[in-house]
């Protein structure tokens, strides 16, 4: 086993990433719920946000939308709490997998947008220019992208791993 | 009620006989990974809009006119629908995994309650009040406990589906 394997392997062996694996309905099962729930409130309001800038519902004020952003960071908290504990129960598998490293990116992708979202359309009291128009379609575009492509890579996961814990292989 | 029988159900071997039963089962190495993300983009795109225009309803976010953000409602029809085929697909594929399945039994349970709320919603006042609503104002008590019906229905809604897998017949264990 090399150094990088063993660290994982004890990893796996912890009270915590036992528990996580473990059989009991009240627990894997909760954490992937809260997950789904997570990824829905986000990347939901966030793309209902993208809609509103690409010119869906125009009579909803831009800055109002800025109101929503609780719920996407309570929502990408939730999804930060329970991916942990899911990477804690299986992580030679997700570290083995390079699309963990897309979902991931993604996600970055997407939380930055949000971000930049706020900042450069929502918190601006004109948007008459066609440039800054042109620009903010361009960031909302990419956002719907980023969670799309979150969403794809994610679900993907259960499709494209080699291992399941160290030493022991997965099905693909 | 969830105990497979030893011999598929006359309704069961009728799916099995469906083309869209055979397209599923011979594709499905593809196909189930596509439905699946499919069907988390749709319940994402439902849970965003539909949850958006409750929650504005139920007070938050009210600069916002509720009769504007309800023009984003469509993408939560059309995710709905996306959600709807791709269900039936799942279904057709292997049906005995979700008809022998309490967690199945539950998530229908949510979503007829989900449609009476939408229906109630509809036809009784609630939605021209709403729908009057200048940004700024509160709504009625009664949209209210619409709205939160709404929330909390979907939200079981996705939970159940998401649990459907732990609790499926011992066979595909």
Known sequence: MTPIEQFFYNLEHTDLSMWVRGPSLLVFPVIVSFHTLGMGFLAGTSAGIDFRILGVAKRVPLSALQKFYPIMWAALVINFISGTLLLIGYPWKAVTNPDFYVKLSMIA???YLMVKIRQQVLNQPDLSD???QRHAKLLAWLSLGAWGGAIL???LLAYTYTWLEVGVRGGF | MFEEPEFPAAWELWVRSTFLHQFVADQGQWL???????????????????????????????????????KLIPFGIAGFAVNFLTGISFFSGFPEQYFYNPSFWWKGTFMAIAAMNVAVFY???????????????????????????????????????????????????
Not at chain 2, 32 to 57: A, I, K, N
Not at chain 2, 133 to 162: H, N, Q
């Open chain 2, 123 to 173: 036809l009784s006042p609630s939605f021209q009040q709403v729908k009057a609503m200048p940004a700024g104002s509160d709504a009625p008590f009664r949209a209210k406990v619409i709205a939160g019906t709404s929330l909390l229905c979907w939200i079981s809604v996705l939970v159940c589906g998401r649990l459907l897998t732990f609790f499926r017949p011992p066979v595909f264990h």
């Open chain 1, 130 to 132: 066609d440039k800054i």
């Open chain 2, 32 to 70: 189930w990974p596509v439905m699946e993300t499919l069907h988390y983009l749709g319940l994402s795109l439902l849970l965003g809009t539909v949850g958006m225009f409750d929650l504005r309803v139920l007070g938050m976010a009210k600069g916002i006119p509720p009769e504007a953000l309800h």
């Open chain 1, 153 to 155: 890579a994610g679900r």
């Open chain 1, 109 to 111: 992708l997407g939380v």
